[in-house]
């Protein structure tokens, strides 16, 4: 496994999301199907899947490590960190099978931990598991700490997404919330570890198009602590979502207005106070801007937010069928899986759909987020 | 995916259907273009999902009837066919037509109609973002575009020709998820309105009609907006009435309501942003 | 030979600040007794032959003419500059570039004459010759050459022989040195990600100015609103300060509230990055800051008086301008600096790093006295250092000091010489509650320096700027303060490469007076600038009429901020946050290792 740190890779791509509002599990077949459909948009030197909600109860209050390494002393460099920062409950290879289509896999390997103490507040815990993780992957040469969350899991690696899809025996996971991603990268050849999503504690992120503001947005998130590590503008969505919502108590939904945020004209126009509240929004994050082409699915903790750039370069569309709620880059990708939803529509520039678990399913709002309590407008 | 003879049956002596189920779109058009050369005049094509460039290029006068989703650049290129689509069409749809029709019984995606130089294009539903942008007139070429919901931002972004029609007959459809109670800090006025942001910036040929009112604030300093005058009106009536017919609908309902005319400011809108 | 001068010599220095004790040779002699002629106004509708101006006057004024140049000695006579040279041909005899020279470089006897001595090559005869019959050469090389001992450095010594002075100068440094601008190179969209039609899409330049908290406290906004119970509407669209809208009512108390709640300090609104930097009135005549002021209010920016205060012709424009605080604290008191948008505590100056500066009594007309508050005729110094911050800890007094007398309702800039460790500095300054700093490179422009240490002291806006950027960075307080870069800003390009470089907005002053009609001849000091602008004299002053002027400065900036829009476009952007500090999109040439790890930039091709 190669990593190329110096430069970035830009790339157009394929994503889609399917989420069960109710909390009902489904084999990752479906996902699989719908990414298929869209072959087209990848170039097969990358794939992966992000699923939620696969452990058995036992391991679901752990956090998941899901480790690739390029050789057997890299791999035990990382095991020996990972020994070190956390507490190792259970660990085992992470299960594929042989493919036709997918070349030589590094070792892949999964570590059940918890923090080493019991920390007084939860973003205590969190911020050192964000500080482990970071430093691991940025110290560990050959090796990457690729999925974090509780309770979900990341697959990825260098082919049609439908292929290692098929390669991490994804068919015999359950999941209540599928991503998947087919990778159309430009200039690079693909690595395992480049592949999409992305993934930070439960935060995942499937990413098609370019943002152009990257460097902007990466020296704005080096000033709290994150580490860009991966030279890919994806990774700069993941930690603007983790500082934003996670750590700055912001919701979703207003992450990504913030993201993708209305423009100086827009907030003009409106009424005083919420023009206050944006300018605001739009000076404090001006760094947390994400220009360019794109649209991403983000997965977290109970639900899945689909987002595209403020004028809307890059296409995304929703659609709902019973208690399924689906994302993807096109309207196709849907309908292979799901022939006859109730509705479908394109989404609008900056406008994000998110689905949620209903409350009855467990879900809530991730992380502190639903300490601001929020009073409908007039 | 090789080309399966049974897909093609003939029903009538220039009737043929085509089963797209899993077809690749290479295959798909393949089949298209042979039977058009075989002197198809009708071709049916079912289960399609997602294939691209369906009449792409295509210059021979075939009706192509589609029962499903059409992938992206439909119709692209094209020069002189009929596309009857029931169902959805992807991004691009009518991408630089230079003649024809294509009927979309559903909604199409972003930048339809883009650079359209000649032909029609008829939408039931509603368009996404940049639709009929930079559509140009040439000699006697004058695309249309009619769209029968509501369209994305950026309509008719630098038009240089042709007719846009908005109708707005359904009303824009919010979207269905995160609604309920609207939190303080939802950006107001994003996806309300008939034709979104900036409808005709840029526009410095043609004219867009929407059936109903306009807010100057969505559009473009290049449109001059007006009430569209007599002189519009024969034009408006011809296209509707065309419109609605194939779609079964009442001319004399859309046309019940007064059309608000876009025109360009001028043909020359940045002649003064350059120094020599 | 009745050759005829059109002026006395009147050497009427300072157009600016005078450094300390650098009083120039020549600051005797009667003030200009000439009355407007039409000469004056700078039209060039003369016809032929027929000439202009009183003859015996002109044969008078020519009679008391002498030119320094010719009793000096030998030993430190140095050529003449430049070459004054009359197509005798072309020349319609109108005389009127004999009456528009202020530099005495003109004479007449039936014909114009030349002295070329005189002559500093600021063009304002080959502008306003109505045949384009005057040409300015350099006077061609007579030394032997040397690459050591160059025209400039010998003549240098020269002049310091046979006067004992300080070299002085004005404008900024004109040495050869690397400008890094011109090494950097900008990223394009191709394929993998759009560019963005600047013309049709929208295209922000929107900065704002001041200090930002790093996180909005968004319980703290609702319980704010909740507490006023503004009502709200989400469908009404229109100005958001709109009279007879019920929130209105109370509204800069809930204002300030609010903003409170949210932690965000007073802000500057910037329609477009570039603000016009400090020149005061003294360095600068009254019609230039005219021009500069209403310019930036058609423009919604900025700009900065300098520490001359603020004449009440610019009252109309407060909303619009920047007052200075300097050593001198010249016109400064509480309505000084509550009439203002902002205050700026003026540390240094990129040309003159250190070094105070003096405007000799002389220029101490009654009108530039009353603005500055001191007596008429008396000299205004302006000590080195602010005798009341000889630390870090006494700047954080004073910007607090003025922060208490605003109600903390201004935004304080501190502005700084680029110096070899100013990112240290500007960490300091921006930890002492500055809510702007102002880098000034070394190449920024002065009405009057002395040329050694304009030409030698400081360094590189780019460099200062890059390393500024990043240090506030590192330490995590790069949202607390807004950084300008400033000192030499020639076109949007720079301007793009500032702003990628990590600038907030960028200060230019040189440009606009270029735009004025400034042909760089580095005389301001002498207050005789031909073009009326770095002069007092009422004759030269009235050659910038600001109702013109301030349209070429609009012009400027208009014609700069389409050009940035067009450089947002094709890298794919819409914002100028998202090319803040993206030094990704940034590629150099021809730059060491060590010049691309302080800029942040990788070599280009890779």
Avoid at chain 3, 582 to 591: H, Q
Wanted: aromatic share 8%; net charge neutral; proline share 6%.
């Amino acid at each position: 496994m190669r990593r190329n740190l110096r430069e970035r890779i830009p790339g157009g791509c394929a994503i889609i999301g399917v989420m069960s509002e109710t909390g009902r599990r489904f084999d990752g077949t479906t996902v699989i199907e719908g990414i298929r459909c869209m072959h087209e948009r990848s170039n097969g030197l990358g794939g992966g899947f992000a699923a939620y909600g696969i452990y058995p109860d036992d391991l679901k209050p752990y956090y998941a490590l899901h480790v690739m390494s390029q050789t057997h002393h890299e791999h035990e460099t990382m095991e020996e960190g990972i020994r070190q920062h956390f507490r190792i409950i259970h660990q085992e290879p992470i299960p594929t099978r042989r493919h036709p289509r997918v070349g030589e896999a590094p070792i892949l390997w999964r570590y059940f931990v918890a923090a080493p103490t019991d920390f007084a507040e939860p973003p205590g815990e969190e911020e050192y598991m964000v500080g482990r993780i970071m430093d691991l992957n940025g110290r560990v040469e050959g090796s990457l700490i690729f999925s974090s969350g509780r309770d979900m899991g990341i697959f990825k690696g260098v082919g049609y997404p439908e292929d290692i899809g098929e390669f991490f025996r994804l068919d015999e996971y359950r999941a209540y919330l599928w991503t998947s991603h087919g990778r159309f990268p430009t200039n690079t050849p693909g690595w395992w570890g480049g592949a999409h999503p992305f993934g930070l504690l439960n935060w995942s992120v499937v990413h098609n198009g370019e943002i152009s503001s990257y460097d902007a947005n990466r020296r704005y998130l080096e000033m709290f602590g994150y580490r860009c590590y991966m030279k890919t503008d994806t990774e700069v969505v993941l930690y603007l979502f983790d500082l934003l919502n996670r750590r700055h108590g912001l919701p979703i939904e207003l992450t990504c207005s913030v993201l993708t945020a209305p423009f100086w004209n827009e907030i003009d126009a409106m009424p005083p106070a919420d023009a206050e509240l944006w300018r605001a929004l739009r000076q404090v994050y001006a760094g947390a801007l994400l220009n360019g082409p794109f649209s991403v699915i983000v997965g977290f903790e109970g639900g899945m937010v689909g987002l595209a750039d403020r004028i809307m370069l890059r296409p995304l569309v929703g659609a709902r069928a019973g208690d399924l709620v689906f994302i993807a880059s096109e309207e196709a990708a849907i309908r292979a899986v799901c022939p006859s939803p109730e509705t479908v529509w394109a989404a609008e520039g900056g406008e994000p759909i998110v689905a949620r678990l209903a409350r009855s399913a467990g879900g809530s709002e991730p992380a502190s987020a639903h300490k601001v309590e929020v009073p409908a407008a007039s | 995916m090789p080309v399966e003879a049974p897909r093609k049956r003939q029903a009538a002596a220039n009737e043929i259907t085509i089963d797209a189920e899993g077809l690749h779109y290479r295959d798909l058009n393949e089949l298209i273009h042979q039977a058009a050369a075989q002197g198809a005049r009708v071709i049916d094509v079912r289960n399609v999902n997602g294939q691209r460039y369906i009449g792409a290029g295509l210059r021979l006068p075939v009706t192509i009837r589609l029962h499903g989703t059409a992938g992206n650049d439909l119709g692209v290129f094209m020069d002189g066919p009929t596309i009857e689509l029931f169902g959805n069409a992807q991004d691009g749809a009518a991408n630089t037509m230079n003649s024809g029709r294509i009927i979309i019984h559903g909604d199409a995606g972003q930048i339809c109609g883009l650079s359209m130089r000649g032909g029609r294009v008829y939408v039931r539903g509603s368009v996404g973002y940049r639709s009929g942008i930079h559509m140009k007139g040439y000699q006697d070429k004058v695309p249309v575009v009619v769209i029968g919901g509501h369209a994305g931002s950026f309509l008719g972004e630098y038009m240089a020709g042709g007719r846009i029609y908005v109708l707005g007959l359904d009303a824009p459809a919010a979207c269905p998820l995160g609604g309920g109670k609207e939190p303080v800090w939802r950006v107001p006025e994003r996806c309300r309105s008939l034709t979104g942001r900036y409808t005709g910036t840029g526009m410095h040929g043609g004219a867009i009609y929407v059936r109903g009112q306009v807010d100057p604030a969505l559009c473009g300093r290049e449109a001059v907006i007006s009430p569209a005058t007599d002189d519009d009106l024969p034009v408006i009536r011809r296209d509707m009435e065309d419109y609605a017919r194939c779609f079964g609908l009442d001319a004399g309902y859309i046309l019940s309501v007064p059309f608000t005319r876009l025109a360009p400011k001028s043909h020359r809108p940045y002649g003064k942003n350059y120094a020599y | 030979m009745s050759v005829i001068k059109n002026e006395p010599v009147t050497e009427q220095p300072a157009g600016g600040l005078l450094p300390t004790g650098a009083v120039p040779a020549g600051t005797t002699g009667s003030p200009p007794r000439r009355t407007a002629s039409p000469a004056d106004r700078g039209s060039v509708g003369v016809e032929r032959g027929g000439g202009v101006g009183n003859k015996e006057d002109l044969a008078k004024k020519t009679r008391q003419a002498v030119t320094p140049f010719r009793r000096m000695r030998p030993a430190v006579r140095t050529h003449p500059d430049f070459r004054v040279i009359v197509d005798e041909d072309k020349c319609t005899l109108c005389r009127f570039c004999v009456l528009q020279c202020s530099w005495d470089a003109l004479g007449w006897d039936d014909r114009v004459v030349p002295f070329d001595e005189n002559c500093v090559g600021c063009w304002r005869c080959v502008a306003v010759c109505p045949t384009y019959a005057i040409r300015i050469e350099q006077w061609p090389t007579m030394y032997r050459e040397n690459h050591n001992w160059t025209r400039f450095i010998a003549n240098s010594v020269r002049k310091q022989a046979g006067s004992g002075g300080k070299l002085l100068v004005g404008t900024g440094n004109d040495k050869p040195y690397p400008v890094y601008w011109d090494h950097l190179l900008i990223d394009a969209c191709q394929v993998t990600n759009p560019s963005i039609d600047p013309l049709r899409e929208p295209m922000e330049l929107r900065t704002y100015v001041g200090a930002k908290p790093d996180r909005v406290d968004l319980a703290a906004y609702l319980s704010a609103r909740e507490r006023h119970f503004i009502p709200t509407d989400h469908r009404s669209v229109g100005d958001p300060d709109r009279s007879g809208d019920p929130s209105a009512n109370g509204r800069p108390a809930f204002d300030r509230d609010l903003r409170r709640r949210l932690g965000i300090g007073p802000q500057l609104r910037l329609e477009t990055p570039i603000m016009i930097a400090a020149m005061s009135y003294g360095a600068v005549s009254l019609n230039v800051q005219k021009s500069c002021a209403r310019a930036v209010a058609e423009m919604g920016t900025y700009w900065c008086t300098g520490e001359g205060g603020m004449h009440p012709d610019h009252y109309p424009y407060a909303d619009h301008t920047i007052v200075q605080v300097a050593s001198g604290r010249f016109a400064v008191d509480a309505d000084y600096l509550n009439r203002a948008a902002a205050v700026e505590i003026k540390i240094g100056q990129g040309a003159k790093p250190g070094i105070g500066g003096h405007l000799p009594g002389e220029k101490v007309t009654a009108d530039i006295a009353s603005t500055r508050m001191i007596p008429e005729g008396s000299d205004a110094i302006s000590p080195a250092p602010h005798h009341d911050i000889y630390s870090i800890e006494d700047l954080r007094q004073l910007i607090f000091a003025i922060k208490e007398a605003t109600r903390y309702e201004k935004p304080v800039f501190v502005k700084i010489a680029a110096v070899h460790n100013v990112a240290a500095i500007a960490s300091g300054i921006v930890r002492a509650g500055a809510d702007a700093v102002v880098i000034d490179g070394f190449r920024g422009g002065t009405g009057a320096a002395p040329t050694m240490i304009r030409d030698h002291v400081g360094i590189p806006i780019e460099l200062a700027l890059a390393a500024v950027d990043d240090r506030l960075r590192q330490e995590g307080i790069r949202n607390r303060a807004t950084v300008i870069a400033s000192g030499s800003i020639r076109s949007s390009m720079d301007v793009v490469k500032a702003i990628a470089l990590g600038a907030d907005a960028v200060y230019v002053g040189t440009a606009a007076l270029i735009a004025l009609g400034c042909t760089l001849c580095q005389q301001c000091h002498r207050g005789r600038c031909a073009w009326g602008l770095t002069t007092q004299r009422p004759d030269l002053v009235k050659r910038v009429d600001p109702e013109e002027g301030w349209q070429l400065i609009a012009n400027l900036f208009k014609a700069w901020s389409g050009e940035i829009k067009e450089t947002l476009g094709l890298l794919g952007i819409n914002s100028l946050e998202s090319l803040r500090g993206n030094r990704e999109r940034l590629r150099a040439v021809g730059l060491s290792q060590a010049e691309m790890d302080i800029l942040g930039v990788k070599p280009a091709g890779r």
